[in-house]
């Protein structure tokens, strides 16, 4: 079964930064868009933003000109840095691939940020 494995949570102030790694096996990581969703404690689960296998990208609203997704296919890693982090970004963050019409799910990482 294939399983990504999230890291890089925690408790952070306002304004400040954390970056998020999710590795995925080789063997999907190279040909799958990499997403990164998030769900806030009563809310359902978003999308936060994706990487294609050719680097395109795209942010949600509440993501751009905060949030970078970047990947590194020699690790088969995809990271999330995010800068300027305010107490709605808090959540448990989940990485997801695709690959080839099936989805791969990581087990989440909790952001809290407070104020």
């Known amino acids: 079964q294939v399983r990504l494995v999230e890291s890089g949570g925690g408790s952070v102030q306002a304004g400040g930064s954390l970056r998020l790694s999710c590795t995925a096996p080789?063997?999907?990581?190279?040909?799958?868009?990499m997403f990164w969703d998030r769900q806030a404690p009563g809310k359902q689960r978003e999308l936060v933003a994706f990487i294609t296998d050719s680097d395109g990208t795209y942010y949600a609203d509440s993501a751009k000109g905060r949030f970078t997704i970047a990947r590194d296919n020699t690790k088969s890693t995809v990271y999330l840095q995010m800068n300027s982090l305010k107490p709605e970004d808090t959540a448990i963050y989940y990485c997801r691939a695709s690959s080839s019409g099936t989805f791969f799910w990581g087990q989440g990482t909790q952001v809290t940020v407070s104020s």
């Open positions: 080789g063997s999907i990581f190279s040909i799958s868009t």
